[in-house]
């Protein structure tokens, strides 16, 4: 793995618990960590202006206790690439799970138990109810992505399903990266489109998209 | 109202965060912070992200293998049904039930190459068991089974205080609600599930295996190698068809010695050969009519041995 690294820095000794200045009482345990935890604590602030503007608000402190909490228990998960960006990443996905929750709590919850939407794919129980929905389902993505070029379709399917880096699709496709940029934009804005159809429910779907 | 400029930014930073190499956080978050729309519109632009995991439940190869006479075999194994009616026929159909006042019954349920049975258990559990498979049941609770060899279909009743678990090629899976296949033989094991999802070695490893998921391991390998599968297609054994994707020869070799009842090996230069496509096992090959369709599809010379078959490399022109 290329990338931007960050020397690993795998025992660091913090200066002295409180180093943040929050005082929290994580002491003792505090005295050696990972160096995933150290970025944390370097790249605290950046992260919660992240987090805030990623829709915390006054929950931006609690996330961040709760992402210092994932980090502890990943300790014995070896070295990572890009440690900062691989934080960023925890914030980012513990926000959608936070926006998804408080979906599914809501009032659409129903709705997308009774067509067996869960992109979450939490909900394990098998149904044939579930299998029928996930195949209409997969035709409208599959038709939604038909209105894009094939080309397109094929780098998301690259990007999206195979897991390829969008670098190494560059390579492949013979061109830039800024190109396979906007072939998956082209994409991400269908497939967004679709899902708030899927989430407006009964109520007509905005249609003011499509450039 | 989220304006088209701001979904199209949105899509776009979407597209970059979502890619593994994605390092400039900073700019994504002054590209937020500038309105809270752009957020929504980011979020939005997640949730098509999650929605288009759906894709990767589409096959991406066709199913058929392109072979001269393949459509109209997978016809006459559609209209013939032949392993069909003759898997049901032979079906052994019986009710779990542990001894009283045992504490630890083990109940073995074996099949001969060509048989098909099925076993219910008492909380409604189904075990579909493919032919020269042995399967042993822990009869004191019911809930654990160790597949000592061969394949079986696990249609499982999930109780949640009561995790039901398989133990193959010396590792555990456990469900989590679902139906899957487990394949074990001197070569490796594979785990395929059809719904919901499968923890396998929760201890260990604990690689959580949702629909479509494809869990292959060696013999003596302490590497697992995870693929897609149509769930569709998953247990298909039991209805007469096999499908693969990127299958090791020696795989459907296996199987369709198991299937079909005649003894089929592969010579060992082209044992690990992929192979992409379907096979259909009709009446007519489980009397001799298998050989000059193996040779075609699987693109292999078919020898006849006193006791089966034997597949090698085909000679070149």
């Known amino acids: 793995m290329g990338g931007p690294n960050i020397p690993a820095l795998n025992i660091v000794a913090l200066p002295t618990p409180g180093y943040d200045g929050r005082g929290d009482g994580r002491t003792g345990r505090d005295m050696v960590t990972s160096g995933l935890s150290a970025v944390l604590i370097a790249n605290r602030a950046p992260l919660l202006r992240f987090l805030r503007a990623r829709g915390a608000g006054d929950d931006a402190e609690d996330i961040m206790q709760e992402l210092w909490l994932k980090v502890d228990r990943l300790e014995a998960e070896g070295p990572i690439a890009d440690p900062r960006a691989y934080l960023f990443r925890m914030a980012d996905n513990l926000m959608h799970d936070r926006v998804r929750a408080s979906l599914r709590r809501g009032h659409r919850e129903q709705a997308w138990s009774e067509t067996g939407y869960d992109p979450a794919g939490q909900d394990e129980t098998p149904s044939a109810e579930r299998t029928l929905a996930a195949r209409q389902r997969l035709r409208q993505v599959e038709r939604a992505l038909a209105t894009l070029g094939e080309r397109s379709q094929a780098i998301f399917r690259r990007f999206r399903i195979d897991g390829v880096a969008q670098s190494k699709i560059a390579q492949e496709e013979g061109i830039s990266l800024s190109a396979v940029e906007k072939h998956l934009q082209r994409a991400y804005r269908v497939v967004a489109a679709l899902a708030d159809e899927e989430q407006e429910g009964d109520t007509p779907p905005s249609r003011s998209q499509t450039p | ?317």
């Not at chain 2, 496509?277 to 693109?299: C, K, Y």
């Open chain 2, 1 to 317: 109202m989220i304006g088209a400029s701001v979904r199209d930014q949105a899509a776009l930073w979407m597209a970059r965060a979502r890619d593994p190499r994605f390092s400039d956080w900073d700019a994504l978050t002054d590209w937020l912070e500038a309105d809270p729309a752009h957020n929504l519109a980011y979020e939005a632009a997640f949730a098509g992200h999650d929605l288009a995991d759906i894709l990767s439940t589409a096959p991406a190869m066709p199913e058929v293998v392109v072979a001269p006479t393949a459509s109209r075999w997978r016809k006459r194994g559609f209209i013939g049904g032949g392993l069909i009616g003759t898997a049901a026929a032979a079906a052994a159909v019986f009710a779990l039930v542990a001894p009283l006042g045992v504490q630890s019954a083990e109940m073995v349920a074996e099949t001969a190459p060509g048989q098909h049975r099925l076993i219910h258990l008492q909380d409604g559990t189904e075990i579909a068991l493919n032919g020269d498979t042995r399967l042993v049941l822990d009869a004191s609770n019911g809930r654990t089974a160790r597949l000592e060899r061969g394949e079986a279909m696990f249609n499982v009743v999930h109780d949640e205080t009561r995790p039901f678990t398989v133990d193959a090629n010396g590792t555990r899976i456990v469900d989590i609600g679902t139906r899957f296949d487990v394949v074990q033989s001197t070569r490796g094991g594979e785990v395929a599930v059809a719904e919901g999802a499968v923890l396998y070695d929760p201890n260990g490893a604990a690689v959580r295996l949702g629909a479509g998921r494809l869990l292959r391991r060696a013999a003596n390998s302490p590497i697992v190698e995870v693929s897609q599968t149509d769930p569709a297609k998953v247990g298909a054994w039991r209805s007469g068809h096999l499908v693969y994707r990127d299958a090791p020869l020696w795989r459907v070799a296996d199987d369709l010695s198991r299937t079909t009842g005649s003894r089929i090996r592969v010579e060992p230069g082209i044992a690990n050969r992929p192979f992409t496509g379907a096979i259909v096992i009709t009446a007519a090959d489980r009397h001799g009519a298998l050989p000059q369709r193996l040779g075609a599809v699987l693109d292999v010379t078919v020898a006849r041995q006193p006791n089966g078959l034997y597949l090698k490399a085909r000679a070149p022109h």
